[in-house]
């Protein structure tokens, strides 16, 4: 079966190496005519098919598959739309004046044959949002879904076969292996959205034909509130980052840390917001989604389990139902530091809670771990953001809200070292697809013919003139 799978996918990688250079000298209106259809389709044609398997995934609400599966999609194509003329337009560079007599420019061509490893936990948008940068930049596309969202693979993969021919962009579906086979190829880029522990070994894997990546990872994205903040807003917004799509958001808030005399009214205030967004009983609201299997499940189980051995304080949920793999907005303070909680990436409903003195302290301990792919920080003192953002490093930031530098697609959006390599969005999605490409062009007689051999005082004479000068 192995091999048989080789074959196959071997066949498919050559029908687009084949069909490369035909689909990379496409113009930017037939570009444009693409990102058109997909978008057409996701906006009317499959609308309702997206939004009942996100449902059958995760029990995901129909309003929170619009806005964070549709929408940033819908957003990326019209923005691609917009300026894709001009970042296909060479980018004139300056000339040294040593190189009279040229020009030189940097012609935007594309990567070549990609491989797009999606993840499960916004599977359109993870999925169709790079994709959108590869057309832009006139590549060839193989696009490896999840496995755990079935349902979600299953319309995408309808989409694009409806959209595309295989030998321009293909969608495999399929177990571990599919992926693991896929990687032997050799891809010209590999975009993979998942964990930094795959992510390593997509890298190690890309390294054997020198294939570049883009790795958008995740990590511990620490959320920090000082006393100057305005406390009601906080909470609130951190519960609708932490809470939508039940916490499985790579950029969600992992855990608060919080100026100590804040816990009670935070935690008040905490209560009181789930209430108002989910009800008393958020099993039974319509606006909160599902874990998406009892693997993922169970984990998050197991560390509500360690917080109640460890006697931690959990000041608000921690109940679940496993038939329906359902775990409530849960709050945790006092989790002991080697916990699974407080070292592992929580992609989950609960949110720890960790209380700090002073604003050197906080810092430090963000410091001690891996940079993650967010920080936000809840203040109104510009000293205080101003000293945690030149003190810390993540792959980005956000004050006095958060998720939302995802939307901007003038912001690059990726993380950095654990949490990431590379960029995506608007632009910077495009350029992650294209290779910069050197251009000089001679026009006259050029200056360094005047230096070729046989080498004599007057061309030593210029050469001095030259370092000395230019």
Same mark, same amino acid.
């Given at each position: 079966?192995?091999?048989?799978? !080789?074959?196959?996918?071997? @066949?498919l990688f050559n029908r687009q190496k084949d069909n490369q250079f035909k689909i990379g000298n496409s113009t930017y209106k037939e570009r444009i005519r693409k990102l058109e259809a997909l978008k057409k389709? #996701?906006?009317?044609?499959?609308?309702?098919k997206i939004r009942e398997a996100m449902y059958a995934d995760f029990k995901k609400p129909f309003l929170e598959t619009d806005l964070t599966e549709i929408y940033p999609v819908l957003s990326e194509i019209k923005f691609a739309k917009s300026n894709l003329k001009s970042w296909l337009k060479h980018q004139k560079v300056d000339t040294p004046m040593a190189l009279l007599g040229a020009s030189s420019y940097i012609k935007y061509e594309p990567k070549g044959v990609c491989l797009l490893i999606s993840p499960w936990n916004f599977p359109i948008n993870l999925t169709f949002g790079p994709l959108v940068s590869a057309i832009a930049a006139g590549n060839t596309v193989i696009i490896k879904p999840s496995e755990m969202t079935p349902n979600a693979s299953g319309v995408m993969a309808d989409i694009v076969k409806d959209?595309? $021919?295989? $030998?321009?962009?293909? *969608?495999?579906?399929?177990?571990?292996?599919? @992926?693991?086979? *896929? #990687?032997?190829?050799?891809? $010209?880029?590999?975009?993979?959205?998942?964990?930094?522990?795959?992510?390593?070994?997509?890298?190690?894997?890309?390294?054997?034909?020198?294939?570049?990546?883009?790795?958008?990872?995740?990590? %511990?994205?620490?959320?920090?509130? !000082? !006393?100057?903040?305005? #406390?009601?807003?906080?909470?609130?917004?951190?519960?609708?980052g932490k809470f939508t799509n039940a916490g499985q958001t790579c950029i969600a808030p992992d855990y608060v840390l919080l100026k100590a005399e804040l816990k009670t009214e935070f935690t008040t205030l905490f209560k009181s917001?789930?209430?108002?967004?989910?009800?008393?009983?958020?099993?039974?609201?319509? @606006? /909160? @989604?599902?874990?998406?299997?009892?693997?993922?499940?169970?984990? *998050?189980?197991? /560390?509500?389990?360690?917080?109640?051995?460890?006697?931690?304080d959990i000041t608000s949920g921690g109940r679940y139902n496993g038939d329906d793999n359902y775990i409530e907005p849960t709050l945790i303070f006092d989790m002991p530091e080697d916990s699974k909680l407080m070292n592992d990436e929580i992609f989950g409903p609960i949110l720890p809670v960790k209380t700090y003195s002073n604003i050197e302290e906080m810092v430090s301990y963000i410091n001690s771990?891996?940079?993650?792919?967010?920080? /936000?920080? /809840?203040? %109104?003192?510009?000293?205080?953001?101003?000293?945690?953002m030149n003190n810390t490093r993540a792959g980005s930031g956000c004050v006095n809200h958060n998720l939302i530098q995802f939307l901007n697609h003038n912001l690059p959006f990726g993380g950095s070292n654990n949490s990431g390599i590379g960029k995506a969005h608007g632009f910077y999605g495009f350029e992650a697809f294209s290779n910069r490409r050197?251009?000089?062009?001679?026009?006259?007689?050029?200056?360094? !013919?005047?230096?070729?051999?046989?080498?004599? $005082?007057?061309?030593?004479?210029?050469?001095?003139?030259? *370092?000395?000068?230019?």
């Open positions: 079966m192995t091999q048989y799978i !080789d074959n196959e996918f071997i @066949s389709a #996701l906006e009317f044609t499959y609308k309702d959209l595309f $021919n295989e $030998n321009e962009v293909a *969608l495999i579906e399929g177990e571990v292996e599919v @992926s693991e086979e *896929l #990687l032997k190829l050799p891809f $010209n880029h590999i975009f993979f959205t998942g964990s930094p522990q795959v992510g390593k070994i997509v890298m190690k894997a890309a390294s054997e034909h020198l294939t570049s990546v883009t790795l958008e990872l995740g990590g %511990k994205s620490p959320t920090i509130i !000082d !006393d100057s903040a305005n #406390l009601g807003t906080a909470v609130k917004r951190i519960i609708y917001k789930i209430a108002e967004f989910y009800s008393e009983k958020p099993e039974n609201s319509a @606006s /909160y @989604s599902r874990i998406v299997n009892p693997k993922h499940f169970n984990r *998050l189980v197991s /560390y509500i389990e360690e917080a109640k051995q460890n006697k931690s771990k891996e940079k993650p792919l967010a920080l /936000y920080i /809840y203040s %109104k003192s510009k000293k205080n953001v101003d000293f945690i050197a251009m000089m062009k001679q026009h006259t007689f050029g200056a360094t !013919d005047f230096l070729l051999p046989p080498y004599s $005082n007057f061309k030593q004479k210029l050469v001095d003139l030259t *370092l000395k000068w230019f």
